[in-house]
């Protein structure tokens, strides 16, 4: 049974909709967020520019325009993006208040529906509520323990593949080379095929995709990004929906396949246009987010080449040449470099939500259908929570600093609440196994003089796409 025919997900979807009364006018209007917030003084912040509001400042330096307002505003302000006013929030209760959303006042499906909803329609971040937990129920099959030990299993070899291809070059600019190898990766393990001859043509489509949520006219109109966008979603869609009766038959232990085959014990199931939106977004949500976070890892390793030594060591554990499954909580100070990597350049720092009803948050009052957008880039460089916050400083996480722990939401790269990302183990994985093998092949250095400028939106990356020095151990 596909959960479309499910009687008790449409039950229990009426029942939510009946207890938020307002979603059904939100969901009418959901293209519209509500003006209020603009020119209220009752909530910290301002309006920008005129016209603009922020929106150049935030395509420029986002990072810098959310620490500017913070400095002068507090961590939860207010600002005017994309012809809206928005409620940035930065302080971890209120990140807290969002996040966990005890009484369901935050709709994720109308938060992102402007930056992405076109471009990865109906994915999982844009379900709401009970229709979101049956479907997060039925992908959560696909993340099983004994679905990731295949995962690493199918990775490692490709990962070897891969830097096989790297060998006997000087230097290379990381980020692309990184982003070609998560492209095969994803291609083995979330397709279960290699895109040979296609590949260029379905990595085009998820750049195009990715870059396209950032375009300020959000139009199909010739010669814009956002038309290239939604071209790249249209064959993205063509490609997934003609090979699914083929996965429905077959017994692949590709993630792609796990979706066709994924039932719960109530029965429910995901129909073909299901598994093509979800495995669309899904490869939006795995791809950039993983090419960004080794980006900055690999920087910061190279830049502080004592922090390369100390994973090195700590990797002579692991017995083989690959990470398998139960070596994933074996490489603790490779958690710490993971994690501040993604504290300094959150491959997520602006998580959508829009008030459902009219709510207090962080102090003032928010009226209902207002943007909201939950800001790491704010809360992971507060002073109050985190020693000398602009400091590379991977010991703040470990037992005896445990900065991370001073309040349950000043970290949360990987989100929080019922959208809490799906995929944070596997990331942790892939990570971890990559940087197994890349480490003890290599030792790895900036040029001279080298000044990382990163790109914070609409994931991190870094503008000359990092030029990195290999030296072969
Ligand atoms: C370092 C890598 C990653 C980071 C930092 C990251 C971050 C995030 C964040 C912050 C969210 C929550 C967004 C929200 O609340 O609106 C999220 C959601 C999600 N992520 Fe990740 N992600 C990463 C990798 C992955 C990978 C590898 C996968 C899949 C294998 C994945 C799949 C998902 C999915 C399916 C969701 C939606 C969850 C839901 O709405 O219930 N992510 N991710």
Redesign the pocket.
Known sequence: MTIAEHPSAADESRAVAASTPFLDQANRLSAVPNPALRGNDSVPGDDGRPVVGHTLDFVRDARALVHGMAAEHGPNFRLRMFGHPVFVVGHPDAVRTV?MDAEKNFS?RL??QHAIGELFAR???L?DFEE?RVH?KI?QIA?RADAMRGYVDMMNPLIERGLDGWSGRDELRFYDAIKQLTLDLGAAV?VGTELGAEADRINEAFVDSVQASIAIVKREVPLLSYRRGMQGRRLLERFFAERIPERREGDGRD?FSEFCHATTEDGDSFDDQQIVDHMI??LM??HD??T??LTSMAWALAQYPEWQERLRREMDAVEGRYLSWSDRDALEQTSWVFKEA?RLF???PF???RAVRDCELGGVQIPANSAIN?C?LVTHYLGEFWTRPFDFDPERFSRERREDKRHSHSW?????????????H??DL??KAFLLQFLRRFRIELPPGYQLRMRPIPIPKPSDGLPLRLHAI
């Open positions: 996040l994720s938060g992102w994915g999982l971040m379900r979101h997060r992908m993340f979330f993630m977004f899904l949500a795995a987010t993983t960004s976070s993604l959150p491959p997520v998580i959508g939500r939950v790491s949360y790269a990987f989100g929080g609440g019922a959208h809490t990302c799906l995929g944070m596997f990331a892939q990570v």
